[in-house]
């Protein structure tokens, strides 16, 4: 049977996207993304870019990423990822030889809303 969490999307190398991209599932990036992004878990492949406001549940990086970047759950910085801007994620993991310039807040939990 058929899960729609299951689904999987790629921006394949060659293919920019320049607007909104909102998915469902995982979202594999091969290719280059600008503008917005919304997401459930995404992998930015090595060679892969995204320079884009983001926000999504998990992002594992191991090509490049600028902009504001948040992640409810985890951040994934492969030793071929770069991931610089103003983010802000729950767990963080960067591996060795992987990039992180920028504003980074960790939040332990989600802040109730007043």
Do not use: R, Y
């Not at 320049?18 to 979202?27: A, E, F, P, W, Y």
């Amino acid at each position: 049977m058929w899960n729609k969490s299951d689904n999987i999307s790629i921006i394949d190398e060659g293919l920019t996207v320049d607007g909104t991209v909102s998915v469902k599932g995982k979202l594999v990036i091969k290719g280059t993304v600008k503008g917005s992004l919304v997401g459930e878990t995404v992998i930015v492949a090595e060679g892969g870019v995204v320079c884009a406001d983001t926000k999504v549940a998990s992002i594992t990086m191991g090509g490049k990423f600028e902009g504001g970047l948040s992640a409810s759950n985890e951040l994934i910085i492969l030793s071929t990822g770069s991931c610089s801007g103003k983010i802000v994620c729950k767990n963080l993991v960067v591996e060795a030889g992987g990039i992180l310039n920028g504003e980074v807040n960790c939040i332990s939990k989600q802040e109730p809303t007043k």
